[in-house]
């Protein structure tokens, strides 16, 4: 009777042993699946953020190029026209201020109402008017790169002749980056940056 008692335990044992085995393979395989499933996620995703760099996205690239155009129509128009000239306040409202936008320019930083400021008096106060003998990027420098068809990245080096009040006729040749972001269907700036390019 005792052989029995322990020949039926050893078989419960063994049939919990095998059935525990079974269920961590399943485990194991499940593990496995999750991973190759996270695998072809993540490389789907690898893809998609390459298809986001690569693309073009050239209608966007295009509006960008004209909301450009326009800043730089807003400047000339309103070169030595006073600080609260409406062409200053359309020049303004291609901006986005709010406490995300910074400007670097010449090693100090502004936020919003630092740019707005610096706007309005180099070519609203500081310049002569119709002080804009020049506005364009130095040829070949001009790039467009969007990202996700709302954020846009503008690159140049300037170009820009301007006739100062006090400095008379100046020449600026910085390195400048624009960046935009569409909102409302319009293209804002939400930062700037201009450095001197490096002599030599």
């Given at each position: ?11 419960l ?22 991973s190759q ?36 129509q ?23 201020y ?103």
């Open positions: 009777m005792k052989t029995k008692h322990v020949l039926l335990a050893a078989v044992a063994s049939s919990i042993l095998f059935s525990g085995c079974s269920e961590d393979d399943d485990n194991v395989q499940e593990s496995g699946m999750t499933e996270a695998l072809l996620t993540k490389s789907a995703s690898s893809s998609s953020n390459s298809a986001v760099i690569s693309n073009e996205y050239q209608q966007a690239q295009q509006e960008v190029l004209e909301t450009f155009s326009a800043i730089a807003s400047i000339t128009d309103g070169a030595g026209k006073g600080y609260d000239s409406e062409y200053m306040d359309q020049l303004i409202s291609f901006h986005a709010g406490p995300k936008f910074v400007e670097f320019n010449g090693g100090e930083t502004f936020d919003s109402a630092g740019n707005e400021h610096n706007e309005r008096q180099l070519f609203g106060e500081d310049l002569e008017e119709d002080g804009v003998i020049q506005f364009a990027a130095k040829e070949g420098t001009l790039k467009v790169a969007v990202y996700y068809g709302n954020v846009a990245n503008l690159t140049f080096v300037s170009d820009f002749v301007l006739k100062h009040k006090e400095y008379g006729e100046i020449t600026i040749n910085n390195l400048i980056t624009l960046l935009f972001v569409k909102t409302n269907g319009q293209w804002k700036l939400v930062h700037e940056h201009h450095s001197p390019i490096k002599e030599g």
